[in-house]
């Protein structure tokens, strides 16, 4: 009977970590809008290396490509550790997909366009980072990736601001 108690008590401490570890529905929630966000990143500084007249943009534009194609590698990666099954979403939300209609239709506007939806983009996912920092019960692993990416998210807040006006 002792034998058989320590058995099922050794499998479940075991299992313990492993649900500890999985992706609550808050998790997922915030990852996928995490991802979106990164993917809407990298697609607009897509579109200022190729509308934008100002070196300037351009410049901030494949700051913006690297670092976020680097987040998204440790983000999925943490993922992947954490929950296998569970897949990042590669496309952007439809806010997002009309922010980038707008920057492809600004003509004459693109800078002014772009530096306005960095600096909010910016300020916003700033913000929801922080959020999510503060919660108790936030997969570990996922905050440490995102603790991580707070300053880079920071450095382009400010740099987005530091863009000349046109």
Avoid: C
């Avoid at 479940?12 to 993917?39: E, H």
């Avoid at 976020?68 to 983000?75: I, K, M, S």
């Avoid at 996912?125 to 922080?130: A, D, E, N, R, Y």
């Amino acid at each position: 009977m002792v034998r058989r108690t320590f058995m099922v008590a050794s499998v479940i401490a075991g299992m313990i970590p492993m649900a500890l570890a999985q992706l609550s529905n808050t998790d997922k929630s915030f990852l996928n809008k995490t991802a979106r966000a990164n993917n809407y990143e990298i697609q607009a500084a897509k579109l200022a290396q190729s509308m934008s007249t100002n070196d300037a943009y351009k410049t901030y534009a494949q700051m913006m490509i690297d670092d976020h194609t680097q987040a998204a590698q440790q983000l999925g990666s943490a993922v992947s550790q954490v929950d296998p099954s569970f897949q990042l979403p590669t496309d952007v939300s439809p806010t997002q997909q009309t922010e980038l209609d707008t920057l492809k239709n600004a003509k004459n506007y693109f800078d002014v366009k772009y530096r306005q939806q960095m600096i909010q983009s910016h300020a916003t996912l700033h913000s929801f980072f922080q959020d999510y920092l503060q919660g108790a019960n936030n997969n570990a692993a996922i905050k440490a990736v995102i603790s991580n990416l707070q300053p880079v998210v920071q450095k382009h807040w400010d740099a987005a601001k530091k863009l000349p006006k046109q």
